[in-house]
T-cell receptor, first 108, second 116 residues
């Protein structure tokens, strides 16, 4: 069965420290993976998608098919990065399925 | 134009009552999704509508939950005989395609349901 696992409920780092939010998936086909973010009192929104190989707000994520992972990384965390982050997997022909989310807290 | 609109934003009801939650997607978006967001459970997929195709109801947790989409636009999620475990934020999202091409969903602000 398709599944997205985010092992950390909460990740707390200091400003300027590197950040890595973990995501592992199980999927039998060719996966399409995404990271969504929800800032305080804002709507859930797309942060980035693996197929675009883009960097958004300093965040990058690389799909590792061997390890079935799609970890989100940023070299230097900022306080404004504090939010809830969801990893998501696109199932062919149907809906996105999401992990349980990781709360990132960046303090000064 | 306006984003995805959901109503009510907050709903408090008594156990056993029925509730209806409404979603107005972005105009022209053919795909519409309902998710449930609760502490510790993340975002649970409930149901997915794509154009005139039969909806994917595989995420509905019980037969107390149902949803319809009229005229390919507005959708209503109905929960019958509510239980306390139904308390959550119900999120609606729409997408300009089936979602399989871009994976970008546009979310509403959610309807927070509290069952006493």
């Amino acid at each position: 069965a398709q599944r997205v696992t985010q092992p950390e409920k909460l990740l707390s780092v200091f400003k300027g420290a590197p950040v890595e939010l973990k995501c592992n998936y199980s999927y039998s086909g060719s996966p399409e993976l995404f990271w969504y973010v929800q800032y305080s009192r804002q709507r859930l929104q797309l942060l980035l998608r693996h197929i675009s190989r883009e960097s958004i707000k300093g965040f990058t994520a690389d799909l590792n098919k061997g390890e079935t992972s799609f970890h989100l990384k940023k070299p230097f965390a900022q306080e404004e990065d504090s939010a809830m982050y969801y990893c998501a997997l696109l199932q062919a022909g149907t809906a996105l399925i999401f992990g349980k989310g990781t709360t990132l807290s960046v303090s000064s | 134009g306006a984003g995805v609109s959901q109503s009510p934003s907050n709903k408090v009801t008594e156990k056993g009552k029925d509730v209806e939650l409404r979603c107005d997607p972005i105009s022209g978006h053919t795909a519409l999704y309902w998710y449930r967001q609760s502490l510790g459970q993340g975002l649970e997929f409930l149901i997915y509508f794509q154009g005139n195709s039969a909806p994917d109801k595989s995420g509905l947790p019980s037969d107390r939950f149902s949803a319809e989409r009229t005229g390919g636009s507005v959708s209503t999620l109905t929960i019958q005989r509510t239980q306390q475990e139904d308390s959550a934020v119900y999120l609606c999202a729409s997408s300009p395609t089936s979602g399989t091409k871009t994976g970008e969903l546009f979310f509403g602000e959610g309807s927070r349901l509290t069952v006493l």
